[in-house]
């Protein structure tokens, strides 16, 4: 979840340059009829701005506009961009009702700026005041974000810049996932940007399949019922993107209902059976998550209509400051759970269990069976204790 939120921030950042640019080339050549307020439609069929969209990857209507006024030794600018559209590898990445910018530029500042571009062939992006884009009810698709990893050298001159998005729709391809708000904070260089703060909410849609979930999970096959609804309210941010240290903090609550959940192995040599209306309720604060879930694990020996009890409970916690390998510290309580070796089925039974489970990348599993009823063992089994681990990352998936 995280590396995707911040390829999402990452990629949003990297298109201000457009308008950056744009405002200055405008600024220069009309600062003197400014000073009543003059206001332009932007016309695409202009060789620089059509070059800078064509760059970038960017449309907008024609009803767009740029509007400037001097004050004293400033020029306040303001750009919308109606009906933009921002895309990447020709598919759209940022639909929205309206991009607006604005910002305040020194004169004496801006011509500084282009001296230093005639005579040095430098561009000294100090000299820029910080801009301020908002997006009014964008749409961002997931399916076209780009990796972002491009190494920054933050040792060489930047402006700051502010991007503020509200009532969004988070969509992956045809998939709505819901509506988001979010806060940037970044530096932009001469050719990348540096995202240095963020703020980003995410609330389910109505729409939303659980099933989408499962993707992130390894041993997961998969998740869904015709039944289940699912309600989440989820905040990531980061103070200190830029630093080395973890500064990012999740809160939220995620909330499912009687949904099915099938599991692709166990941690043992047993044949995974299907947890039926499954039930969970889990509560972040500042990254440690509670978590309760409760579900029925179906046993293939009764009928489906008479296991209406739940039979499987996990409670504990999570903590999640790395989002998508959160620390477990968990306990299973189960009763009447059916079992079956998965290389004969025939060796099956029913037991009562207590497990915890604790680790990250390699979890340690310690519990108790009490065994009820076991068929097909030349012994039959007894009550016992055990201790295991399981791995649920593959090594290079750990760092």
Known sequence: ????????????????????????????????????????????????????????????????????????????????????????????????????????????????????????????????????????????????????????????????????????????????IGQFDFLLNINQYSENASLEKYKFRLKSSQNFPVSYIAQFFQDVESIGDKKETISFDLTLEDEYVSKDNIFQKLNGVIQIRNTTMRLKKFPVELKPEPIRRLNLDLNINDNIGQINLIGTLYNPKKSLGLQTEPNLQIGGTLNFEEILKPKLNLIVNGYDIYFAKLENLNLNGVTDLTVSIIGKNVLDLQGSLKIKKSNGFLVPLADTEFETKHRVRNTDEEK
């Open 1 to 176: 979840m995280n590396s995707t939120i911040l390829k999402i921030l990452k990629t949003i950042a990297s298109v201000i340059l457009v308008f950056t640019s744009f405002n200055i080339i405008v600024i220069i050549a009309f600062y003197f009829y400014l000073s009543d307020g003059v206001e332009f439609n932007l016309n695409k069929s202009n060789q620089t701005l059509s070059s800078l969209t064509n760059r970038f990857e960017l449309d907008f209507s024609k009803d767009s506009s740029i509007y400037f006024k001097a004050r004293e030794k400033n020029i306040d600018t303001y750009i919308t961009l109606e009906n933009a559209i921002i895309k990447r590898s020709g598919k759209t990445l940022i639909n929205s009702e309206n991009i607006t910018l604005n910002t305040t530029l020194n004169f004496a500042k801006t011509l500084q700026f282009v001296f230093e571009i005639i005579l040095n062939n430098n561009t000294d992006l100090n000299l820029i005041n910080p801009v301020s884009i908002k997006l009014k009810n964008p749409t961002l698709d997931l399916a076209s974000i780009e990796n972002q990893d491009t190494e920054i050298n933050k040792s060489g001159r930047y402006f700051p810049v502010i991007i503020k998005a509200e009532n969004g729709n988070l969509i992956d391809d045809n998939i709505t």
